[in-house]
């Protein structure tokens, strides 16, 4: 009899966690285990802003998927952009743009979430996101290409667009962000002695009324304190209302002239889910406690992309939030279910209690709440870098990453603009791929005659 075919669609937190798991338990004559991914590697995005603002190489939170013991995978390059489940076909578009069909008997859908966006007049031509490594890559570039052209500028009013900076969103991702970025332009003013530091302005907005409201009320105010201290306008209740090249409106009517506009306010799932045709919870695929997509065989779905059921709140319709640590225990407990449902035994279901959260702001200051314990300060600190660096996949990975802390402590950053992507589009559906997706029509069409893959 053939072997089962498992096709794991995405390699993040929950992606990779799954597959680790498929390799280390099943026998090789048990399933053969596939990887739909467009890149090589899993990608540590909690520690992205700290490579947008230097202190991290980019390389260094790239963790290759080809470095495991246990490594028997067959990666295919490339993104999934539609799935039959009655067919039970992945359509797979190649990094080379060839569009094959990819048969499977379990298929586990982990391809994350992409950036939410609204109808903001503006906003998806002129604003940038903080979730890929070419997003962070590409705002490190333009920060110091704003220092830089301001430096060399003689014009006041293009001096002071350039050195002001709105960050939409006050949730970890946009603080850590906004925090990151803006040490990096205070670092950056010994080399830029032209430049007044009095023009340089962070902005962090945000429509709800707290910043990081998963903090609680003391440890979000802490938050905010560190920040305002350092000099960045937090505006709370506010949003943007139109996005130009050179400025932003604000909805309390205020318009900042800058040519940065980052864009954190928070994540929706990949548009991948929305071809299945399946029910969704605010965009993010319905799943049963065990992860199994009801009416679908061998369909599983987790991390951002799905609403897992969070047994462990015991609250009636509590989803998990989209966090790396939910992720990543999803993985797992979904290679488990695949591979009880290959072996006819019964499937548990996921549970997990939240562990808390570390958030990173920069040098010595950071807020920290694990297991419900409110830490600040430097003991915040090494509890998040602490927590971020053990949980790195690989040695390798952890190598770097202390290497660039260590070597970031003592010779603090260079301000080097590597000017890869200066003449390339910047905006989300460049750099999210949110285009790509088949229609229902499309997906059928392509289904019934396409190219079966190897
Ligand atoms: C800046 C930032 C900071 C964060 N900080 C924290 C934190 O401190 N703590 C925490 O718990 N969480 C944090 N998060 C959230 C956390 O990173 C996510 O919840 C987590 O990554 C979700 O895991 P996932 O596997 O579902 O998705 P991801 O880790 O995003 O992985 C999805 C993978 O699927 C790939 N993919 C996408 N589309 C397709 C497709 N069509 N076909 C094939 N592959 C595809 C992507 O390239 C990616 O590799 C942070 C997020 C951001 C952006």
Redesign the pocket.
């Given at each position: 009899m053939a072997r089962p075919k498992i096709l794991v669609?995405?390699?993040?937190?929950?992606?990779v966690g799954c597959v680790r798991r498929l390799e280390r338990t099943l026998g090789r004559d048990e399933a053969d285990i596939c990887l739909?991914?467009?890149?090589s590697y899993?990608?540590y995005?909690?520690l992205?802003?700290q490579v947008a603002s230097g202190i991290l190489s980019p390389q260094s939170i790239a963790l290759s998927l080809r470095r495991s013991k246990k490594y028997r995978t067959r990666i295919i390059p490339g993104?999934?952009?539609g799935v039959d489940t009655k067919a039970k076909v992945c359509v797979v578009r190649t990094i080379t743009d060839e569009i094959v069909n990819e048969s499977y008997d379990h298929i586990v859908l982990?391809?994350?979430?992409i950036t939410r966006t609204f109808d903001i007049p503006g906003l998806v031509e002129h604003a940038r996101g903080?979730?890929t490594l070419a997003e962070a890559a590409y705002l490190r570039d333009h920060v110091i290409a704003q220092l830089d052209l301001a430096d060399a500028s003689h014009d006041e009013a293009e001096r002071a667009s350039r050195l002001q900076f709105v960050v939409v969103g006050g949730g970890?991702?946009g603080t850590?962000?906004a925090a990151c970025l803006q040490q990096l332009t205070t670092a950056a003013l010994h080399r830029y002695p032209r430049l007044d530091p009095r023009l340089i302005k962070w902005h962090l907005i945000d429509i709800a009324p707290q910043l990081m409201p998963e903090l609680g009320e003391k440890l979000g105010q802490s938050a905010q304190k560190i920040l305002t201290d350092r000099g960045v306008e937090i505006s709370l209740g506010v949003s943007i209302a139109k996005a130009a090249a050179q400025e932003v409106t604000f909805t309390d009517g205020r318009v900042v002239p800058t040519r940065t506009l980052i864009w954190t306010a928070g994540v929706v799932a990949?548009p991948?889910i929305a071809t299945l045709g399946a029910e969704t919870v605010r965009g993010r695929l319905a799943v049963t406690p065990e992860m199994t997509l009801p009416g679908a065989d061998g369909v599983y779905a987790l991390?951002?992309?799905a609403a897992v059921p969070d047994l462990a709140k015991g609250e009636e319709g509590a989803v998990c939030p989209?966090?790396?640590?939910h992720?990543m225990r999803q993985g797992v407990k979904a290679a488990d279910n695949v591979i009880a449902a290959i072996r006819h035994q019964p499937l548990q279901p996921y549970r997990h209690k939240d562990l808390g959260?570390?958030v990173d702001l920069g040098g010595r200051d950071a807020v920290s709440k694990p297991f419900g314990i409110e830490l600040r300060g430097m003991l915040a600190q090494a509890v998040a870098r602490g927590y971020h660096w053990s949980a790195l996949r690989t040695n390798v990975a952890k190598t770097r990453v202390m290497t660039n802390w260590l070597l970031h402590a003592v010779a603090n950053a260079d301000f080097v603009r590597t000017g890869f992507q200066s003449r390339k589009p910047a905006t989300l559906v460049d750099f999210e791929f949110t285009d790509a997706y088949l229609s229902p029509e499309e997906l059928q069409e392509q289904v019934a005659s396409g190219k079966p893959g190897s």
């Open positions: 669609v995405g390699a993040g937190f929950a992606g739909v991914t467009p890149f899993q990608l995005l909690p992205l802003p993104g999934a952009i982990a391809p994350g979430s903080m979730k970890y991702a850590e962000t990949s991948l991390g951002d992309a989209p966090t790396a640590q992720a959260l570390v």
